[in-house]
């Protein structure tokens, strides 16, 4: 995905410019959850989240490393009493992006979020792999690896595929299939930070 006509600093574009990202959580802890994305080496860290647990109706800061000095991206649940829940994000300076929104009823029997761009209008969707797996997931074993395809208006632009881990959840992020650059990177980043904040705790 390219990021060259979104913002203007030099650093942030380099991390948002990633086709390849690895993905995963730390070990969960009682008091906070720390999630981490990587660049393709799997070593650079290229964003970090650190978040009260069970508090995602907080606003959500993405990081650019551990040392939490430079935010690049906002996720804030815009309603705490929508069950569906709608993700804004935003950029630092107050940039509206987009948002995520999870289908609440669909999601209980296969995880769906829908991509809402800048103008608010649905673009496209994150979606579990297929309802016969997610069913199996839900009811025979949670040990079966999740994978979810990402779609900008019916064509698919990247792919999530989940690595076993017994303890946490792990994903390799694939948008090199976004030749045209229609999905914008940050809310690519941005969704890949909510499967782990929200899907994650419902392993």
């Known amino acids: 995905m390219s990021a060259s006509s979104r913002g203007s600093d030099s650093t942030a ?6 086709d390849h990202y690895y993905a995963k959580s730390k070990f969960p802890s009682f008091f906070h959850d720390q999630f981490y994305i990587y660049g393709p080496d799997e070593e650079s860290v290229r964003f970090f989240v650190e978040q ?6 907080e606003a959500i800061k993405v990081y650019s490393d551990e040392s939490k000095q430079n935010v690049c991206l906002e996720i804030q649940a815009r309603d705490v009493m929508d069950f569906s829940g709608t993700y804004d994000v935003e950029t630092p300076d107050g940039e509206y992006v987009g948002a995520l929104r999870r289908k609440g ?23 579990e792999d297929s309802t016969a ?6 009811f025979l074993s949670d040990l079966i690896p999740q994978t979810f395809h990402v779609e900008i208006d019916g064509e698919q632009v990247g792919i999530f595929e989940q690595r076993f881990w017994p303890f946490s959840p792990r994903y390799d992020i694939d948008f090199s ?27």
């Open 13 to 18: 574009l380099t991390r948002f410019s990633g």
């Open 52 to 57: 009260k647990a069970f508090k995602l109706k």
């Open 105 to 127: 009823m669909k999601s209980l029997v296969r995880d769906e979020w829908e991509i809402l761009d800048s103008r608010d209008q649905v673009m496209g969707k994150v979606q």
């Open 133 to 138: 797996k997610a069913l199996m997931r839900r």
């Open 177 to 203: 299939i976004d030749e045209h650059d229609r999905l914008d990177p940050r809310l690519g980043v941005a969704s890949i930070v909510l499967l782990l904040a929200i899907e994650g705790e419902q392993d």
